[in-house]
């Protein structure tokens, strides 16, 4: 096996973007095994003196939904018309918009959680990437349990029986998997630029209150604009509407929103692995 | 053949402030973005942290960094290990680079031991299966076969420290890149980690040591580079190359030495008493009994051939001549001069007490003259505590001297340097 060879220069790396995208897809093949134990190591080290530990995950989306269903059944709140039970459309709500926002700030905070470990240890850009995506899909593993099982109990089959429900199930984990990419495209983008000026954090917590609102977390929303220009909508719409069978919801814009994101976490990456060497002293 | 590390041309800059320092981040961040030359010259509030450093290293080399504190040491380390990159210039290195810049780096203090192992092997690029083939030999070797399934935050700092060097040497590295780090653990383990670095050295493995310890730079590299404020100032043979630090070091001493008010006495009491003063409480050199109520004009001189000098070189002949004035008729008067090293160490006494102990004597000047042959004192910074007695009682004890002994860049160890010869055999 040859010897790797690492040259560090003062010339941008950008004049070989090539160059930069295989190293970023070696990074990705390559630091699995780190990704998996950072995000073990993460996800042992927040829950090593919790009893109850991911309970807690869940405990704050469950609350804010029962509020919610008390205050629906009471007939204060009235959320439009919806075709699933309105427990089952908050709890789904709530959790999706957890997992966004989640993978949003974990991605943005990459810089600086990860500091101790970058002035001290070389590590490839792309590990801490996938160590979130690891950390995500850990802790939405439960969510998914959480909604499956509320789901089965509170939906009858589809026409298409069994085959109709898995096929729906797939769909459902592939959104899901579009919704943790989209909170992590727009926190990895912003993540180098946080890393410097803690504002941007600020920001991010400022907007995505009342984007809860604008979303249809706790109520319907009859503006077709608002869902068709909101892509977190989007996202969440469709997988709620999957999940329960009610099939897509404006197929093509959503498939416009995924690319989209799909090309922002593309680009989200590559900013990620030039800004790694530049910024990790200053973050 | 192709040296194993290259290192050509590198500078790098920071920023004193911390405003302008995320500034620059942001306009450094865009250059690289957008392919756009780095500036070349400094701009507000940055210094120099490194500039046009420049060496090759062959495969099984060692080199010692050494410098003051902010000389550029662990920059140049950083930046040879890919953390931060270099303002001006290239680096190469071929092979796999393995860093103990921090032992604990990577750490989670919650987790145990042999979770940190695989953790920290997993972060120099080590699969499962490659972890276990030699997760038996680190925890043999960190000695830690008791504590190893206890969370590392019930470690103490020592502990710590030799899980982190023994995953970090035995992760089968081509370069090793140590940043101080072994100042930590007992010296039993200490040992080992030398012994074991002797070892990866006669394997091939090409090892760059920063180091504040001369002796342990000299001993464990074959060269040595000095950095100050960021520049190369000499670099080559490691023995050679520390002694020019030293010297560099004892002439930095030897001007802040000259600059030091001389030791100053305190006030004078006016009404004489009749009975030897009490210690006012002891202080770094002893108690010290300052008032002048006995004695007064107390004067003490450090002579080479004749010449009063502050500045001694090692193994001179000196004359230290102590006089005073006797106010008053003192029975059984000793005189003794305390050899302390700065930081509070006595290494010696001169004294009057045995031999010469005057019974009777009249109020007046009284001097003491005391020859040294050969002052063997390591190289450094020194005083003279003088007491005089009256008996037990002391008359007068404080500082009545500072001095400095150079050594042309000895590298010594302890508090004595010893002059000697030697002969080695070998059959």
Redo the contacts between chains.
Sequence with gaps: MS?????????????HPATVGRAILHGFF?AR??A???A???I??AY??SSLGLLWDLADPLMFGAIFYTLVAAGILHPGEMAIPYALFVTYGMLLYLTFTESLLASLRLFRSSR????????APEALVLSVFFRMLFNSSFRILVLLILTLMMTSLPPSGIAGKLLDLGIFLLLFLALIMAGMAIGLFLA??N???TDVERVVGLVILPLRFATPVFYTIANTKVILLNPVAMLIVNLRDVATHQGFYAPGALLAWIALFAILFAVATY?FH??V??????A | MDPIISVDGVAKRYSRKAQSHRGYGLTDFLREVFDRPQATELRKDEFWALQETSFTMARGDSLALIGRNGAGKSTLLKMMNGLTKPDQGVIEMRGRVQALINLGAGFNPALTGMENIYNAASLAGLKHRDVRDIVDTVVEFAELEDAIESPVETYSSGMKARLGFAVAVHLKPDILLIDEVLAVGDFAFQNKCFLRMEQLKQDGVTIVFVSHSHNTAIKLCERALWLHQGQVMAEGDATATVQRYLEYLESLEEKKFLAQPAPTQAPKKSAPEETPAEPKGEQLYGPVVSEETHVTDIACDVRIGGKTTDVVPVHSAVDISFSFTLKRRVEGLSTTLNFFREDGLLLGIVTTLYEKRIEHIHEGRVTCHFAIPHLDFAPGNYVIMAPISEGQGYLWRDVVKRFCITGSGTVAAGVLYLRHDFDLHHE
Excluded: C, M, N, W
Excluded at chain 1, 277 to 282: C, G, H, K, M
């Design positions: 010897e790797p060879v690492y040259r560090y220069a003062a010339t941008s790396q950008s004049r390559h095994y780190t998996y134990r950072l073990l190591k993460d042992k080290g090593a003196k101790g470990l970058l002035s001290h240890v070389k590590i180098p630029f890393a410097l000026f900013l030039l800004a060497p530049v910024l990790s002293e200053r």
